[in-house]
């Protein structure tokens, strides 16, 4: 107890003295969009992602909502009117605070029926990061999160591989922030095994769709991807929880 309050202290101190030097902070909150599919969205009966679990870790008056559409594809959430809605906000909010828009899909884009080649969800999520920025927000590309299926392919690589560097792919070209969420929970999954990764699920047998808990904990490694990466702006806006992080670090249920 007293050591995670002293490194806490430790860490908002390095911080505080890392932000002059720095410069392209502002001064202004963070409202966060987060579009995406049911592995970002609120918690019901199809689905259930990471994103409340992130947002809970927000520090007044920092905010967020959870745009994420179940079934959502990279096509589907623009045809449908969600993208324009993460869009109005962005532009509805941009003078009060830093609109951040992270954009996370790949788990339907894949599927054979919706006929989007890995070329097209390629430059889908370029498009869509561009647009953000051309509203006057921040995009952040997040590679997709692992299901919890545990069969033998699932080790170093799974199933949304091809997804993942999709992403990335197009986080380079459109020089847009990106963070490897696909990475990180198929390590953490790996880690602590079949049992303890199931028992995220939203419910038995739903290997791709989170609990509370589980959007308590994925979200928490999307809070540390992002802090990894843009500390120096976020830092003091989302809630650091020491012992979940080092649990997460260390491979253990968290
Ligand atoms: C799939 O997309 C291609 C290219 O856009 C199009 O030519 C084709 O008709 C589509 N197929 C189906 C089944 O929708
Ligand atoms: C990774 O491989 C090991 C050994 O083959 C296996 O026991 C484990 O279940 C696999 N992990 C996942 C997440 O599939
Ligand atoms: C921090 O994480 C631990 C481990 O998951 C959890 O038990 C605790 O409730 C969390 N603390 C807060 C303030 O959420």
Known sequence: ??????????????????????????????????????????????????????????????????????????????????????????????????????IQFGHNDQKPAKNITLQMYQENLVELAEEVKSAGGTPVLVTPLTRRNFVSEHNA????????????????????????????????????????AHSYNLAEGDNTHLSDRGSAVFGRIVADLLLQKKGYELGKWIERNETMTALIRAGLPA
């Open 1 to 102: 107890m007293k050591l995670s309050r002293s490194l806490s202290v430790l860490a908002s101190f390095s911080l505080a003295t890392a932000l002059p030097g720095r410069g392209h902070h502002s001064n202004k909150p963070p409202a966060f969009f987060l579009a995406g599919d049911s592995t970002t969205a609120v918690q019901s009966e199809g689905g259930g992602g990471w994103g409340d679990g992130f947002l809970s870790f927000l520090i007044p008056t920092a905010w967020g909502t959870n745009c994420g559409h179940n079934g959502a594809t990279t096509v589907s959430f623009v045809e449908g009117g969600d993208w324009a809605t993460v869009i109005g906000e962005v532009e509805d909010n941009k003078d009060e605070y830093d609109c951040w828009v992270t």
């Open 157 to 196: 690589t799974d199933s949304l591989h091809d997804e993942r560097l999709a992403t990335i792919t197009a986080a380079e070209e459109s020089h847009t922030t990106w963070i490897d969420l696909n990475k990180a929970s198929l390590a953490y999954v790996n880690a602590i095994g079949e049992e303890a």
